[in-house]
């Protein structure tokens, strides 16, 4: 079945740092791939989606390109700030009906 | 408009009682879906709707586990019997549709369920 393997957290960086999410996953077929984001207290929200190969979603400073050699949508942001301090999830959308697969989320804590 | 919208907010209970979540969707949104998020297992697809019929049950963890939705609208998830591995945030999503693979999926601020 499908799955979806990101980085454990937590990861912990300064304020300005590059910031990468590693997320790779399994489906058959052209699955879509995104990424969600949790703000403490907050419930799950969009952050960017891919729906093809080679497609790069992009949204609030973050990126990720969809890499069908590798099987992969790593998350980048080239200067994080306090405030995107958040767990973040990567997911795909593959079968019938559209539910999502997620990941087990990677919470960023991002230090002034 | 209004996003989705979860209620309770907060429920606890006893082991063995029933308990009932409720989902309002974005107005207009044909698919509507319930995830589960625990510590031990992450974020799981439980069920989703496409209008008022659910195609898909596979996530429903046990017969303990139902949901309905009527109207097209308001969805209602019941856990029967609970136990303390229910013990959760169930989160209700919504979308236009089921097809094409990339709508986006409009998440409530979930509800907490505690089983004692």
């Known amino acids: 079945g499908d799955s979806v393997t990101q980085m454990e957290g937590p990861v912990t960086l300064s304020e300005e740092a590059f910031l990468t999410i590693n997320c790779t996953y399994t489906?058959?077929?052209?699955?879509?791939l995104f990424w969600y984001v949790q703000y403490p207290g907050e419930g799950l929200q969009l952050l960017l989606k891919?729906?093809?190969?080679?497609d790069k979603g992009s949204n609030k400073g973050f990126e990720a390109t969809y890499r069908k050699e590798t099987t992969s949508f790593h998350l980048e942001k080239g200067s994080v700030q306090v405030s995107d301090s958040a767990v973040y999830f990567c997911?795909?959308?593959?079968?019938?009906?559209?539910?999502?697969?997620f990941g087990g989320g990677t919470r960023l804590m991002v230090k002034p | 408009g209004a996003g989705v919208s979860q209620s309770p907010s907060n429920k606890v209970t006893e082991k063995g009682k029933d308990v009932e979540l409720r989902c309002d969707p974005i107005?207009?949104?044909?698919?509507l879906y319930w995830y589960r998020q625990s510590l031990g297992q992450g974020l799981e697809f439980l069920i989703y709707?496409?209008?008022?019929?659910?195609?898909?049950k596979s996530g429903l963890p046990s017969d303990r586990f139902s949901a309905e939705r009527t109207g097209g609208s308001v969805s209602t998830l019941t856990i029967q019997r609970t136990q303390q591995e229910d013990s959760a945030v169930y989160l209700c999503?919504?979308?236009?549709?089921?097809?094409?693979?990339?709508?986006?999926?409009?998440f409530g601020p979930g509800t907490r369920l505690l089983v004692l």
């Open positions: 999503a919504s979308s236009k549709r089921t097809s094409g693979g990339a709508e986006t999926q409009y």
């Open positions: 709707f496409q209008g008022n019929s659910a195609p898909d």
């Open positions: 891919a729906t093809k190969a080679d």
């Open positions: 489906a058959t077929g052209y699955p879509s």
């Open positions: 107005s207009g949104h044909t698919a």
């Open positions: 997911a795909l959308s593959g079968r019938a009906g559209n539910m999502l697969t």
